[in-house]
């Protein structure tokens, strides 16, 4: 179909493009930008007055809870609430049940997805088999079923030979390896960032050096291996000082923080709220603070929704029993413009952290950009309109959220894939 | 109306029941008033046994809706109740449900052989049937609910009754 | 965010923890406890305050000590108790938390006593009664995880005022296991929320928690440092399995170390008291010779416990 966004603020990061462009779609893709091609004629307009149009937003880390955990929540019902949240690309961790070990599960998690037609699905691959840190996963075979990376997901492996040996062969293809930094001895039994709430609450604490050490191992050996590494969910301002100077080192580095990471600490637990159980745990306001400002300067990639639907009774559990996670898809976008109105950043800046940026950690190249020729994935949304989070208008089944009950800014008003419209409000 | 002179009243009260009680007579004030008006009786009637006192805040029937009272005092019984002739001795009688706590207290803690209630002032006003053994004064019409009698006592010791407007 | 212990009118609501309690809510209930030590001298050692109300004792965590004193202080305010002993594990097969207290609900409880190996278990299951509009229930924590036990620090306090009689001018010590004790953070909440100006805790630094000075204590490694001229010495109880875990070597080396003997006692006030929640280990926290002698005030604690826990139920019941 033939349509036509007038009248809409356009925001591309990618090309550098902030303006009041009127943007042109056919079979699926973009055809114009500010002006119509020659002899196109629109079979829908949508008016997007007072609306930003923005490439679809890319999510790094969402789990869809397929295979294996469909009781938590469905393809379908997680579908509903990226195009709720404007999010046209996702990948998917490889901690499904069974799995993302296997070729033949992972063309069959993309062929289901491609069948309900919604968002696209980028797979990130179990780095070794199970996830049980032994032996190689067959990467190639992997990527070429569609896998985008490799990730071990929150399963450090424990031989530091055979992560060593897993980066040298990914870095035989050049795949990029995702960790996330966890030094599982040091993490054991913690639920809560090791510090003062944490010793004052009676709750198991997680320390800081968990990350921080495993993170200088992860860096060191990739430095050693040439391994291509992406930092998932930093959460400790130390962290930062340690990628910093491992790209000084010349070791090729990205890293994503968690959105609800940018907006809360330890002391947000409050009394016992389980929705600030999340792995990696909410840190102190410091960490907050250096994470914020990060992001802000660019050391930090991309921001991502770690979105983990948990059902209710999982959820409603003395704080250390609950099971960890938060839901996040409908939140990526305002969590994101909430944090740089702090920042008074601008929003094409702003928006370059959960499109261009996540589409290059990604390896998407069809994706998080507005060009002519590129995929019509588009987030058509209302910076100034803001939206109380409820369990009601939340399209996951996970109502499992620490900002149930505030008001955020941002509201999707159209989702496209490929052109169709997906979602509208 | 005119406060009653408390000194005068506790006078007829002992006069009145000097006949009746013997050296073995136990005395019981309900604080706080009780309290202060059972010494000056236990005095003026020369009794043998030691004084009691019962804080009836753990035996009130309007527990459920007013809640404990801020500042229990306790209760002190020093002599045994078994078999004990007892007087409970209290500044005002109104409604009677504080005598019906001190009884149900009192019964916790054995099994008197007789009771009876000493009161300078019956106010009228009674919700429950409990009738004074001994009292100094009998109001003629009864107090409105709104204010209240009480006996005060003052740093030299000397008590006084007070109208209360609540 | 209001404080879940407390209702709209600011009158104790669910007894959850002595952190961020009023301190004239921790002395109302010092004080109301002080005319119920008289009950116990009775023949008939009854009150009819909780008279018709159900104590449902909810314990997850097995204990036939704590339980026990509940239910003895449960009874003496003419309640009917029952007690449920929900072995975890069996939980975890079935139903969840909350739905054994919706339960129990079904049963008409109008007071849970709850202990639950879990920190927070007791704040989640306020929390849900207030969700589901029932005011009129009301939960006391027995203690939860290494969170709280609000009820031992609130006869610990009793006990230091019936011994001390003020607060302003003490300095009491903590010894042992701190990062594993409920116990020691209810006690360092009460201690500071009543304005003892010198807490102290002792012990070894692995079994210490982060950031412990937050809390308004002062760490000492060793006795020597830590028992100099205090005047209450609160012990607490080191388990067994924190010789596993390498936080500890041996009881043998904890006790030459931390354990209370009459020569490290020497050290405090002359007429320092000697507290300990119990059960004591002795030969590993404390020395017998300590424990039996006149300084220990452990035994006064207990019968302490059982006014200090009518008091809470009854400002509890109370509406």
Known sequence: MNIHIQNGRLIDPANKIDAPHDLFIADGKIVGVGSAPAGFSAAKTIDASGLVVAPGLIDLAARLREPGFEYKATLESEMDAAMAGGVTSLAIPPDTDPVLDEPGLVEMLCYRAKKLNRAHVYPVGALTIGLKGEQLSEMAELVEAGCVAFSQANTPILDTRVLSRAMLYAATFGFRIWLQPIDPYLARGGVAHDGEVASRLGLPGLPASAEIIALYTYLRLARQTGARLHITRVSCAESLDLIEQARKDGVDVSCDVAAHHLHLCDMDIGYFNPHCHVIPPLRNQRDRIALSKALADGRINAICSDHTPVDDDAKQAPFSESEPGTTGLELLLPLTLKWAAEHKLPLIDALARVTSEAAKIAGIAKGGHLSVGARADICIFDPDCHQQITRGMLKSQGKNTPFLGLELPGRVRCTLVEGTVMYEA | ?166 | MRNPQLNKHGELQHLLTLDGLPRAIITQILDTAAPFTEVAEREVKKLPLLRGKSVFNLFFENSTRTRTTFEIAAKRLSADVINLNVATSSTKKGETLLDTVDNLCAMHADMFVVRHESSGAPHLIAQHLENTGRDHIHVVNAGDGRHAHPTQGLLDMYTIRHYKKEFHNLTVAIVGDVLHSRVARSQIAALTTLGVPEVRVIGPRTLLPTDVEKMGVRYCATMEEGLKDVDVVMMLRLQNERMNGALLPSPQEFFKVWGLTAEKLALAKPDAIVMHPGPMNRGVEIDSAVADGNQAVILPQVTFGIAVRMAVMSMLGSH
Not at chain 2, 13 to 19: F, H, I, V
Not at chain 2, 22 to 41: N, P, S, Y
Not at chain 2, 71 to 91: L, N, R, T
Not at chain 2, 130 to 138: I, K, N
Request: hydrophobic share 40%.
């Open chain 2, 1 to 166: 109306m005119q406060v009653p002179e408390a000194e005068q009243l506790i006078a007829t009260l002992a006069e009145a029941m000097r006949p009746r009680v013997t050296a073995d007579t136990c005395l019981v004030g309900i604080h706080t008033g009780g309290v202060w008006l059972a010494e000056r009786l236990h005095a003026l009637l020369g009794l043998s046994q030691p004084l009691g006192s019962i804080d009836v805040s753990f035996y009130r029937d309007d527990y459920s809706t007013k809640g404990l009272h801020p500042q229990p005092q306790g209760s002190k019984i020093p002599f045994d109740v078994e078999d004990a002739h007892i007087v409970i001795v209290d500044d005002v009688l109104y409604t009677g449900r504080t005598t019906r706590a001190a009884l149900n207290e009192l019964f916790d803690y054995g099994r008197p052989a007789r009771v009876d209630l000493a009161v300078l002032i019956d106010r009228g006003g009674r919700e429950l049937p409990v009738g004074a053994s001994f009292c100094a004064l009998t109001l003629p019409a009864p107090l409105p609910a709104g204010q209240n009698l009480q006996l005060e006592r003052d740093a030299s010791g000397a008590l006084t009754m007070r109208l209360i407007h609540a």
